[in-house]
């Protein structure tokens, strides 16, 4: 059984053989299977490893936008109260402004009138009283043609404007 | 094996026919498979390429068991090959067991120790020559005389002891297998009758822990191969 092992019957030529057999089957799967594959391997695991950074850079970027458009949000909202309440405020001046003119211009119609009025009355009063004076010479001139004392008439004309003083 | 092995010369030298033509069979076989799985390489790999990564990722993981990460590339298609060889060479006699005129012709190359001890010295060549390409010739002959400078007669001595186990272990298992197969086949089957009925599930059980006992010892060989180169490197 292994009596080819024994010194002298080894056979050399199949030693021989296989290592050309292996060598050349080396060759043949370096350059089949395992350069092709070796680098698939190594361009995959590149890869994955680049994914992995892009996409956690992708997600920071992502983050960063979203709290930027956050910000703006922000920002749009407190423009948008600053400018009604300001607007609010501009139409309470405004009204105040319009109510207050209003109040005055009346104030001064009413007090107008009232001076007018009062103007009127002392006009018509003043009237009155030289017609009634006129009238009253005219009656006196007529009654002291029927024989009245100057005394008498005086107080007779007294009495008349006392009565239109009342 | 039981059978007479035929022999011939050529430019002066023996050649053992089984071992010629099973050597061819392997390589063919190995061959076609590489090939057939090497078709349309991609980033999303097929069936084909899966196999091989994962074959590939395997033997270069046996590698990174005990190789620095920078040496691992230099012997990963050594060990790729190595693995795929042994792998091939220790089952193929358990399917495939050819005889013509009762003269063997097919078999395991592995079930001859003239294979297994040639690939043994392949691996303890590359192991020398690793140690003196990365130390040098001087520093890498130095490291027989440690720890004591009579220790080299240990070291030499343990070369060759390395040299011999690494190709008789692996000779030895697949050997017996297909020598207990053959047993099975001729004695117990050629008795006829329920001996015949009996055979075919022990040939059977047989053959499928033969398979597992190859992959092991191609796996075993793998391994020492890389623990030897990583001694010549000096890494202990």
Same mark, same amino acid.
């Given at each position: 059984?292994?009596?080819?092992?024994?010194?002298?019957?080894?056979?050399?030529?199949?030693?021989?053989?296989? !290592?050309?057999?292996?060598?050349?089957?080396?060759?043949?799967?370096?350059?089949?299977?395992?350069?092709?594959?070796?680098?698939?391997?190594?361009?995959?695991?590149?890869?994955?490893?680049?994914?992995?950074?892009? =996409?956690?850079?992708?997600?920071?970027?992502?983050?960063?936008?979203? /709290?930027?458009?956050?910000?703006?949000?922000?920002?749009?909202?407190?423009?948008?109260?600053?400018?009604?309440?300001?607007?609010?405020?501009?139409?309470?001046?405004?009204?105040?402004?319009?109510?207050?003119? =209003?109040?005055?211009?009346?104030?001064?119609?009413?007090?107008?009138?009232?001076?007018?009025?009062?103007?009127?009355?002392?006009?018509?009063?003043?009237?009155?009283?030289?017609?009634?004076?006129?009238?009253?010479?005219?009656?006196?001139?007529?009654?002291?043609? /029927?024989?009245?004392?100057?005394?008498?008439?005086?107080?007779?004309?007294?009495?008349? !404007?006392?009565?239109?003083?009342? | 094996?039981?059978?007479?092995?035929?022999?011939?010369?050529?430019?002066?030298?023996?050649?053992? %026919?089984?071992?010629?033509?099973?050597?061819?069979?392997?390589?063919?076989?190995?061959?076609?498979?590489?090939?057939?799985? @090497?078709?349309?390489?991609?980033?999303?790999?097929?069936?084909?390429?899966?196999?091989?990564?994962?074959?590939?990722?395997?033997?270069?993981?046996?590698?990174?068991?005990?190789?620095?990460?920078?040496?691992?590339?230099?012997?990963?298609?050594?060990?790729?090959?190595?693995?795929?060889?042994?792998?091939? @060479?220790? %089952?193929?006699?358990?399917?495939?067991?050819?005889?013509?005129?009762?003269?063997?012709?097919?078999?395991?190359?592995?079930?001859?120790?003239?294979?297994?001890? %040639?690939? @043994?010295?392949?691996?303890?060549?590359?192991?020398?020559?690793?140690?003196?390409?990365?130390?040098?010739?001087?520093?890498?002959?130095?490291?027989?005389?440690?720890?004591?400078?009579?220790?080299?007669?240990?070291?030499?001595?343990?070369?060759?002891?390395?040299?011999?186990?690494?190709?008789?272990?692996?000779?030895?298992?697949?050997?017996?297998?297909?020598?207990?197969?053959?047993?099975?086949?001729?004695?117990?089957?050629?008795?006829?009758?329920?001996?015949?009925?009996?055979?075919?599930?022990?040939?059977?059980?047989?053959?499928?822990? @033969?398979?597992?006992?190859?992959?092991?010892?191609?796996?075993?060989?793998?391994?020492?191969?890389?623990?030897?180169?990583?001694?010549?490197?000096?890494?202990?």
């Amino acid at each position: 059984m292994l009596s080819h092992l024994v010194i002298g019957q080894l056979y050399y030529g199949d030693s021989l053989f296989y !290592i050309v057999c292996f060598l050349i089957l080396m060759w043949l799967v370096k350059l089949m299977a395992w350069k092709p594959i070796t680098k698939m391997m190594q361009d995959r695991s590149d890869k994955i490893s680049n994914d992995i950074d892009s =996409a956690e850079q992708s997600r920071t970027e992502a983050a960063k936008l979203a /709290k930027q458009r956050q910000a703006e949000l922000d920002k749009s909202h407190d423009d948008a109260s600053n400018i009604i309440s300001e607007a609010r405020s501009n139409g309470q001046k405004e009204h105040d402004n319009i109510v207050s003119q =209003a109040q005055e211009d009346a104030n001064r119609v009413k007090v107008n009138a009232q001076k007018d009025i009062e103007q009127e009355r002392k006009d018509a009063l003043a009237n009155a009283k030289d017609d009634v004076a006129d009238l009253s010479i005219e009656i006196a001139s007529k009654i002291i043609q /029927k024989e009245l004392s100057a005394n008498d008439q005086k107080a007779l004309i007294d009495s008349y !404007i006392e009565g239109l003083g009342k | 094996m039981d059978g007479q092995v035929s022999t011939f010369q050529f430019l002066g030298m023996t050649f053992n %026919t089984a071992n010629i033509v099973s050597g061819l069979v392997v390589f063919v076989i190995l061959v076609a498979i590489m090939f057939l799985c @090497s078709r349309h390489i991609s980033m999303k790999p097929g069936k084909g390429q899966n196999f091989l990564e994962w074959l590939i990722d395997f033997t270069n993981g046996i590698l990174k068991g005990s190789l620095p990460n920078n040496e691992v590339n230099a012997f990963g298609l050594y060990a790729f090959v190595l693995f795929a060889f042994l792998f091939v @060479s220790n %089952t193929l006699g358990l399917f495939i067991q050819v005889s013509m005129h009762g003269v063997t012709l097919v078999r395991s190359p592995t079930s001859d120790p003239i294979v297994t001890l %040639t690939f @043994s010295l392949t691996t303890m060549m590359i192991a020398q020559f690793a140690g003196v390409r990365k130390l040098g010739y001087k520093r890498h002959f130095e490291n027989y005389l440690h720890p004591f400078k009579i220790w080299i007669v240990m070291n030499v001595f343990e070369q060759f002891t390395d040299f011999l186990t690494l190709g008789l272990r692996i000779f030895g298992v697949v050997f017996s297998g297909e020598m207990l197969l053959k047993v099975i086949y001729t004695d117990l089957a050629a008795k006829g009758g329920a001996w015949l009925i009996a055979a075919v599930p022990l040939e059977v059980i047989w053959q499928g822990f @033969s398979v597992f006992l190859g992959a092991i010892q191609a796996f075993v060989f793998v391994t020492l191969s890389t623990v030897y180169i990583a001694k010549g490197l000096g890494e202990e």
